[in-house]
């Protein structure tokens, strides 16, 4: 019980409140859609869970508002990233169950997780069906859980002050980015800044290629977060090549790493052509691109453009994790569609909104590893390890390698998991690698042209719980279940 009573349970407390408050500001914009359309039952359901989220947080901040906020320590940290994660699902549930539009809470929580999560797993099979109020809601889901909504609270809540860092550290995705300022608050407006800047930059070139602002918005949102949520039934399929091309190229903006589009923007280009993630991340995509675009082509015999796109954006699609959709690629000839499973394992950049296990750290475990054989054949050499030109700590590298194994081992629990819920073999390793990968596209029965909604009720909170460990980068959940986490 002492173990319990040395955490602050009122500062979390606390900042929860802040943080739901925060989150039911969001969940009301989506309102406006219901009233321009006189579609008054969804806009009674999300008004009723905006008041809802801003209650609790009310009440929670009411009850502990006495405790000053002065510092978080790195448990508090997790603590605070991992609860608000699981209520922010659950609260962002509220919406698609009081409109009745999901009648399951169970699916209605697993399309929230899934969106928080810019997993982009859904459950829904008639998607142009929903009001447009709810479909907003679920792409501003992605968004805000694409930067984070504690980067966010970070952004607009200087109150945090000293702890910034360690919720920065828990909740952003990746291993933490280099700081683009001194002082917290800045470095999270900042890259908010950048990742807003993008996201209405790409909403303003769908609209010049004859996309509504509606839908605009709603697949920008899911393009910077790569979420993967879209309005349309076939994703993004039936739109023009110029929609698809600029969805390509926001895509791989969104797989980068902010704080090099930071750099971009400062002009430090010097800092961009140095660094070898950026490098391997192009590097994978343009050999897999040539590779499917070539097989493709040779075997089926469709328009090389054609051709070209469709694996373009397949392999950005699946590279960066966002899963959207412009080709059935289970069909393609020869199981090319292998190569697109290989690519579900690498993740986007360090830094970037992307899931996977992060271009970092299995370019690094490639040259870790052809260092090995080096220094078997010279056992004598001292031979360190080099990314960008510096020398990387054996620490980190055994972080990565652990992470790695863990990541690995992960996925093929979760496809055991889902084999017992009756998925074939296919379909149980797909399901378990798109949402720790958080992906959601793969293949089997959980396809690009498929659903979640067949996976049995204790099969959809098992996938959720794995969406949250790919998200919050593994450890910083699992580190809640380690009886050394609770020691002084």
Excluded at 23 to 29: D, F, G, T, V, Y
Excluded at 379 to 394: H, R
Excluded at 451 to 463: D, E, F, R, S, V
Aim: hydrophobic fraction near 50%; glycine fraction near 10%.
């Amino acid at each position: 019980m002492n173990r319990f009573r040395q955490i602050q349970w009122k500062l979390i407390g606390k900042l929860l409140g802040m943080l739901f408050m925060v989150l039911s500001l969001a969940m009301i914009s989506a309102a406006i859609w219901p009233v321009l359309d006189q579609e008054w039952s969804s806009g009674i359901a999300i008004s009723g869970a905006s008041l809802i989220t801003f209650i609790a947080g009310l009440l929670l901040w009411i009850m502990n508002k006495r405790h000053d906020i002065k510092k978080i320590n790195i448990k508090e940290g997790y603590l605070i990233v991992t609860l608000t994660w699981i209520s922010m699902s659950l609260l962002g549930a509220l919406p698609f169950f009081l409109s009745g539009s999901i009648a399951s809470f169970t699916d209605a929580f697993f399309e929230s997780i899934s969106g928080f999560t810019t997993t982009g797993a859904s459950i829904l099979s008639d998607i142009e069906s929903m009001p447009r109020g709810l479909l907003f809601w679920r792409s501003m889901t992605h968004w805000l859980g694409g930067m984070g909504i504690i980067v966010l609270t970070l952004a607009i809540l200087p109150i945090l002050g000293v702890g910034g860092m360690q919720l920065f550290v828990a909740e952003a995705p990746g291993t933490t980015p280099g700081k683009l300022h001194p002082h917290m608050k800045d470095t999270a407006r900042r890259l908010w800044g950048i990742y807003a800047s993008l996201t209405l930059a790409q909403t303003m070139l769908l609209m010049l290629g004859g996309m509504d602002f509606f839908h605009s918005i709603n697949h920008a949102f899911s393009t910077m977060a790569t979420g993967g949520f879209s309005t349309q039934n076939d994703s993004i399929t039936s739109y023009s090549p110029y929609i698809q091309y600029v969805i390509i190229l926001f895509m791989l903006l969104a797989g980068i790493s902010f704080t090099m589009h930071y750099f971009l923007l400062k002009g430090q280009f010097k800092r961009l052509l140095g660094n070898e993630e950026l490098r391997f991340y192009l590097v994978v995509i343009g050999a897999s691109t040539l590779i499917l675009t070539i097989s493709v082509f040779a075997l089926d015999h469709y328009g090389l453009e054609q051709t070209f796109r469709d694996s373009l954006f397949q392999v950005v699609a699946i590279t960066t994790t966002t899963g959207f959709v412009t080709s059935d690629f289970l069909q393609w000839p020869g199981q090319l569609w292998i190569i697109l499973f290989i690519l579900m394992f690498t993740g986007g950049c360090i830094g970037s909104t992307g899931g996977g296990l992060k271009m970092l750290r299995v370019w690094t475990l490639i040259k870790n590893t052809r260092l090995e054989i080096q220094r078997l054949i010279h056992p004598m050499a001292i031979i360190p390890l080099k990314l960008d030109g510096k020398i990387i700590p054996k620490n980190i590298i055994t972080n990565f390698m652990a992470f790695t194994l863990l990541y690995v081992m992960l996925f093929f629990a979760g496809a055991a998991i889902m084999s017992v819920y009756g998925l074939d073999f296919a379909s149980a390793m797909g399901a378990s690698i798109a949402t720790l990968g958080n992906i959601g596209p793969a293949i089997g029965s959980v396809g690009p042209v498929e659903n979640y909604a067949h996976i049995p009720t204790g099969g959809k909170w098992i996938l959720g719980f794995f969406m949250l460990l790919g998200r919050l980068e593994l450890f910083t959940v699992l580190l809640l279940f380690s009886p050394g986490f609770w020691k002084k």
